[in-house]
């Protein structure tokens, strides 16, 4: 399969810890902020947004924190699962149709 | 209700050779959007197409061309290839802006 994630930064949780993604975005003027996670040989696949009038949003087991005085956006993951190991991108972009601009990605690994 | 759907899945070219990349939108979606992923990288824009019309481009030479069907499909064209071009070619469907909903790439290696 595609090997998405040579050289990247790796984060190596005990399974069921939580973990916690970090990502410095780069464009203060972003509006809209998301996280995708890739899996090895597959495309990207949406976990969770969060707009710029907000500072935390959650989902299933999934919570964003945005904070935009330093530009910095993080991806909490409750109960680390062993079907959450992939390479995490966050991506922003400016609202509307404009194009999401994603970051280098973190590689988490579970460890069982 | 079948995702978004690539082709090829792998291919091998040399440099200078010209590929043609197809994608298939989610059914309901109209907008498609290419990007490149270089191996340990994020993804890149490449451009995005709507209504058969190329909307949005991001930094890439115009050997990047592409086109989009009536019936929304799309396709990339890459020519006089080098071997920079090596890459995982993603394409994204959306209707019209909203979430992205991706494919899983065309591996195209250059030699």
């Known amino acids: 399969g595609e090997n998405v994630g040579l050289h990247l930064p790796t984060l190596s949780v005990q399974e069921g810890d939580n973990s916690i993604i970090n990502c410095a975005y780069s464009?203060?003027?972003?509006?809209?902020f998301i996280w995708y996670k890739q899996e090895s040989g597959k495309g990207p696949q949406f976990i969770i947004d969060?707009?710029?009038?907000?500072d935390k949003r959650q989902g299933q087991r999934v919570t964003v924190l945005l904070n935009k005085t330093v530009k910095h956006l993080s991806l909490q993951i409750a109960a680390t699962q062993p079907g959450d190991s992939a390479v995490y991108f966050c991506?922003?972009?400016?609202?509307?149709?404009?194009?999401?601009?994603f970051g280098k990605g973190t590689r988490l690994s579970v460890i069982a | 209700d079948a995702g978004v759907t690539q082709s090829p899945t792998h291919l091998i070219k040399t440099r200078g050779q010209q590929v043609t990349l197809r994608c298939s939108p989610k059914?309901?979606?109209?907008?498609v959007s290419w990007y490149q992923q270089a191996l340990g990288q994020g993804p890149q824009f490449i451009f995005q197409?709507?209504?058969?019309?190329?909307?949005q481009r991001g930094n890439f030479p115009d050997r990047f061309s592409g086109h989009q069907f009536p019936n929304y499909s799309s396709e990339l064209n890459v020519n006089a290839l080098l071997l920079g071009d090596s890459a995982l070619y993603l394409c994204?469907?959306?209707?019209?802006?909203?979430?992205?909903?991706f494919g899983e790439g065309s591996r195209l290696t250059v030699l």
């Open positions: 991506a922003e972009n400016l609202g509307g149709n404009t194009p999401l601009v």
């Open positions: 464009n203060s003027a972003s509006d809209y």
């Open positions: 994204a469907s959306s209707w019209d802006t909203g979430e992205l909903f």
């Open positions: 197409y709507y209504e058969e019309e190329e909307r």
């Open positions: 969060i707009r710029s009038n907000m």
């Open positions: 059914s309901g979606h109209d907008t």
